[in-house]
């Protein structure tokens, strides 16, 4: 499970410097040496051009290589995490 100091409530993606303001759908994150860390949001728009722009970062070492992985935001996870609830196994906000 990652675990994430802060809740971006956009998408990470920016065009022509202009910051998209659709709410994000996935969580992207980098795996490697069996540690995951966040490196941000997209909308379900943006998915393909996230995975693009995070292969050129690791191919510019900007960021470490490894797996990219989308994992779908639940809405009742961001809740929980906005309202510093947690989740029992089943996903539900307790
Ligand atoms: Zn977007």
Redesign the pocket.
Known sequence: MLEWDMVPER?S?MIKGRI?N?PPSHIVSIFSDNEEYMIGL??N??ISLMESKTATMQNSGKINKGKIRFQKIKPVMTDCVLNQNNIDKAGNCV
């Open positions: 998408c993606i998209c659709m997209v909308c728009d943006h």
